[in-house]
């Protein structure tokens, strides 16, 4: 028998944001860590014959920005408003030649560079931290942007409010709050994991740096948008794929403290729902990101350590809103047959569904080599599956 919906997509999100059961559970798809790489996205427009001329959202992560057709085929009930750089900062792609080949090069906003070989264009890995030979002192010299640059958020508030009255989607933020991880590219991954060690104070000294950016980041996004979205999308990846990247110690007593100010300020702005993002295996920090005041936990990469569906479900999900979970992306959707794919995303929201607090999604961005039969299988089970009786 053939479901029907009942709701509106945001209807449907807020249910599922308060823990209620909506007509289905949403379905998401196209934001910067639920989202999909270009030649993916390109593989799977000609499957579907789709006709759309690619964009690139993210030149970092080489994800494109999903057409309309495509997210309603999919049925996918979020929409992104994101703010740009400020006027001052002149971004852009750089082509340079190095070792015989030609590389893309991306210098952001903080002085870190991405590169990218002309002949692979999968991703951009970082090719200069700025701050590599830095000391404290010299992080009181170092240009860093300012977040509350109002030339920022030019024109997303008559964006917003375009969605809001010309469509029936929810509204979430592009990623921000990005605390702790932004200190590692400036630094370098090693370095940084030295410092915490030998020299805490240098990391104290920039993490201060970086929560006094996004403080006043969010103070001008949610002076345009605070009252008309419902996500407000923040994160840094804390753990891999057995646990913990660092000390927990160390994140307990000098990382938790800044991620919890900006949480509580990020709430005192806006009355959306607060969209956490860490990769890897988690589950040892849930409750400090509960205390934190999160609602929402993404990508929920299950399959890795204590990421069982049925022990998340079972002890969060009355506290958290789970975000992705659908699939595992590692070994599952890029290698099974399409009904295996549906099989394992059946199996998933039996767990997830009941009670609501769950929004459909791959786990993290969809990647190169991933058939388009299997992404079918993918978003054509959530809807299938995630009609409420």
């Not at 992705?324 to 767990?351: C, M, S, W, Y």
Request: negative net charge; proline residues 6%.
């Amino acid at each position: 028998m053939a479901h029907k919906e009942r709701m509106t997509s945001r209807e449907r999100v807020i249910k599922a944001l308060n823990h209620e059961e909506p007509d289905r559970i949403p379905i998401d798809l196209g934001g910067f860590q639920t989202g999909i790489h270009k030649k993916a996205y390109i593989e799977l427009l000609d499957y579907l014959g789709i006709d759309d001329e690619p964009t690139i959202m993210d030149p970092v992560q080489q994800l494109a920005g999903p057409c309309e057709e495509l997210l309603e085929r999919f049925h996918v009930d979020i929409r992104y408003v994101c703010a740009h750089g400020p006027e001052s900062f002149k971004g852009g792609i750089e082509r340079n030649t190095r070792g015989g080949r030609l590389w893309h090069d991306l210098k952001d906003e903080f002085g870190v560079i991405w590169s990218m070989p002309d002949d692979q264009q999968l991703y951009m890995d970082i090719s200069h931290h700025p701050l590599a030979g830095a000391t404290v002192k010299d992080l009181a010299e170092y240009p860093f942007p300012k977040g509350d640059d109002p030339t920022r958020f030019t024109g997303v508030r008559e964006k917003a409010l375009e969605l809001r009255s010309q469509t029936p989607y929810a509204i979430s933020t592009g990623i921000g709050g990005v605390v702790y991880e932004i200190c590692w590219y400036m630094r370098g991954l090693e370095r940084w994991f030295t410092d915490m060690i030998e020299n805490p104070g240098f990391c104290e000294a920039l993490l201060d740096k970086m929560l006094k950016f996004w403080l006043g980041y969010f103070d001008g996004f949610m002076a345009e948008v605070g009252d008309i979205i419902d996500i407000v999308m923040i994160g840094d990846d804390l753990t891999g794929q057995s646990g913990p990247l660092f000390s927990p110690d160390f994140y307990r007593k000098v990382v938790k403290p800044r991620q919890k100010k900006l949480v509580r300020h990020i709430k005192s702005l806006t009355n959306a729902k607060i969209w956490y993002h860490t990769c890897g295996a988690c589950y040892k920090y849930i409750p400090e990101l509960i205390d934190n005041g999160i609602d929402i936990l993404n990508p929920v990469q299950i399959g890795l350590v204590d990421m069982d569906p049925r022990k998340l479900k079972e002890q969060f999900g009355k506290q958290l809103v789970f975000w992705g979970g659908a699939i595992d992306t590692q070994h599952v959707l890029p290698f099974a047959e399409p009904g295996q794919i549906k099989d394992h995303v059946r199996a998933n929201l039996e767990v997830f569904k009941p009670g609501g607090g769950y929004i459909f999604n791959n786990v993290h961005n969809i990647q190169v080599g991933v058939p388009p039969e299997n992404i079918v299988a993918l978003f054509d089970s959530g809807y299938e599956f995630g009609f409420y009786d």
